[in-house]
T-cell receptor
Framework: KNQVEQSPQSLIILEGKNCTLQ??????????LRWYKQDTGRGPVSLTI???SENTKSNGRYTATLDADTKQSSLHITASQLSDSASYIC???????????WGAGTKLIIKP | EAGVVQSPRYKIIEKKQPVAFWCNPI?????LYWYRQNLGQGPELLIR????????DSQLPKDRFSAERLKGVDSTLKIQPAELGDSAVYLC??????????????FGPGTRLLVL
């Protein structure tokens, strides 16, 4: 069964600190992996998208990594800001049918 | 450029009542999606349109849910009759089309439905 699991479920850190969110997936055939940011009461916004051949991709203070062998991805946030408080969702695309498998998300809270 | 527009933003109804949600995608986007998102979970695809055609409605509960996309632009999602378990956020998204598996979806703010 195609699944995406994220950890931790929630995380609280102080402003200015770094953090790393984890995503493990069992999706086949794999096409690409995306990270979305979802602010409370808003729709998800795409941060990064990585294909099988890409190991890392950055978007400002956000850096995503992908290890296709172990089927793991991480999202690293550098020098966190209050506006980073949101849910971060890992999404894996199935190659054969364009289906997206969504994780449950990690709820990140940045405290001043 | 305007984003995906959804209305209403909030809706409270009693069970067994009908409800409808409206979505206006980004101009020029051929593909439109409806998702349902329960609290603390990721979105779940209900239906995907390519222009006017529903190309994936396998997860749409067809006994009570219906959707249409007139003229390949705006779309309406309807629930009749609503049940308590339908309480969720209903998200609409659109994408340009033609990018295959690398297609990026742009989401609207969602409609938060509460069924009492």
């Amino acid at each position: 069964k195609n699944q995406v699991e994220q950890s931790p479920q929630s995380l609280i850190i102080l402003e200015g600190k770094n953090c790393t969110l984890q995503c493990n997936y069992t999706v086949s055939p794999f096409s690409n992996l995306r990270w979305y940011k979802q602010d409370t009461g808003r729709g998800p916004v795409s941060l990064t998208i990585m294909t099988f051949s890409e190991n890392t991709k950055s978007n400002g203070r956000y850096t995503a990594t992908l290890d296709a062998d172990t089927k793991q991805s991480s999202l690293h946030i550098t020098a966190s800001q209050l506006s980073d408080s949101a849910s971060y969702i890992c999404v894996v695309s199935v190659d054969s049918n364009y289906q997206l498998i969504w994780g449950a998300g990690t709820k990140l809270i940045i405290k001043p | 450029e305007a984003g995906v527009v959804q209305s209403p933003r909030y809706k409270i109804i009693e069970k067994k009542q009908p409800v409808a949600f409206w979505c206006n995608p980004i101009s020029g986007h051929n593909t439109l999606y409806w998702y349902r998102q329960n609290l603390g979970q990721g979105p779940e695809l209900l239906i995907r349109y390519e222009n006017e055609e529903a190309v994936d409605d396998s997860q749409l509960p067809k006994d009570r849910f219906s959707a249409e996309r007139l003229k390949g632009v705006d779309s309406t999602l309807k629930i009749q009759p609503a049940e308590l378990g339908d309480s969720a956020v209903y998200l609409c998204a659109s994408s340009p089309g033609g990018q295959g598996v690398l297609e990026t979806q742009y989401f609207g703010p969602g409609t938060r439905l509460l069924v009492l």
